[in-house]
T-cell receptor, first 113, second 113 residues
Framework: DQQVKQNSPSLSVQEGRISILNCDYT??????FLWYKKYPAEGPTFLIS?????DKNEDGRFTVFLNKSAKHLSLHIVPSQPGDSAVYFC????????????FGQGTRLTINP | SQTIHQWPATLVQPVGSPLSLECTVE??????LYWYRQAAGRGLQLLFY??????ISSEVPQNLSASRPQDRQFILSSKKLLLSDSGFYLC????????????FGEGSWLTVV
């Protein structure tokens, strides 16, 4: 049972444009959501998070939107830069004891010059 | 600031041999500790987590085990490796309460031959 889904395995965007990465979840108990960026053969790097009490969180070029009724979140990167090329994972957790994250399958973002 | 290190970075082991991956966290006390695995072309799967010394929870049945002999040390082991154990293993930590970000180590590539 895939509780967190990233339906687009890859995305290609032109440099300077907006990149939009999407994520859907099924577990209504999830109340904390995160986005990670991962380069090959490296550990994921935390990008941005959002609590279920909010619908938007912004940090520089990165903005995460949460639509609880649709069980959907998205990551917007604007403007996109070549260094943003990586695999992006969304993750979710339900607040119970240890912080156990459930990850999506990842979306490979390629920024074209 | 907090740092997390895991080693070795790369490991090639024959089937049936033992495994020991080690992870340490510095700059914090009583962290939650985690072992994740990323199999080829797949997302990140939680294998084990620990909320304290000697307290280990297993998320999936498998050929691996984990131990936490000290507050900031987490070890992933196997007595006899299988081919299916190949993958990218990630140690991670979070602060000891819910709703917090998980931070990952650099990862360890394990190839079982």
């Amino acid at each position: 049972d895939q509780q967190v889904k990233q339906n687009s395995p890859s995305l290609s965007v032109q440099e300077g444009r907006i990149s939009i990465l999407n994520c859907d979840y099924t577990n209504s108990m999830f109340d904390y959501f995160l986005w990670y960026k991962k380069y090959p053969a490296e550990g994921p790097t935390f990008l941005i998070s959002i609590s279920s009490i909010k619908d938007k969180n912004e940090d520089g070029r990165f903005t995460v939107f949460l639509n609880k009724s649709a069980k959907h979140l998205s990551l917007h990167i604007v403007p996109s830069q070549p260094g943003d090329s990586a695999v992006y994972f969304c993750a979710a957790s339900a607040v119970q004891g240890a912080q156990k994250l459930v990850f999506g399958q990842g979306t490979r973002l390629t920024i074209n010059p | 600031s907090q740092t997390i290190h895991q080693w070795p970075a790369t490991l090639v082991q024959p089937v049936g041999s033992p495994l020991s991956l080690e992870c340490t966290v510095e700059g914090t006390s009583n962290p939650n500790l985690y072992w994740y695995r990323q199999a080829a072309g797949r997302g990140l799967q939680l294998l084990f987590y620990s909320i304290g010394i000697g307290q280990i929870s297993s998320e999936v049945p498998q050929n691996l085990s984990a131990s936490r002999p000290q507050d900031r040390q987490f070890i992933l082991s196997s007595k006899k490796l299988l081919l299916s154990d190949s993958g990218f293993y990630l140690c991670a930590w979070s602060r000891g309460y819910s709703g917090n970000t998980i931070y990952f180590g650099e990862g360890s590539w394990l190839t079982v031959v």
